[in-house]
């Protein structure tokens, strides 16, 4: 998918218009970095390997 496509979205808003967002959710759920790296990449995140990161600790944080 373009980049221009996803201009002015939050990522919230990308992964719901582009029906990851359930995926997502379970990934975040299951801890599973590769499959975020590959939504958020499908998504046009500028850095997904270190948005993927941010998001399992933060995750983490919230369960414990």
Do not use: K, Q, Y
Not at 3 to 23: C, H, I, P
Not at 39 to 56: G, K, N, Q, R
């Amino acid at each position: 998918m373009e980049n221009e496509w996803f201009d002015g979205m939050t990522v919230n808003e990308r992964l719901f218009s582009t029906g990851l967002l359930d995926s997502f959710d379970v990934a975040v759920e299951a801890r599973n970095r590769d499959t975020l790296i590959t939504i958020l990449s499908e998504v046009a995140v500028v850095d997904p390997e270190a948005t993927a990161d941010a998001i399992l600790a933060a995750a983490h944080r919230n369960v414990c």
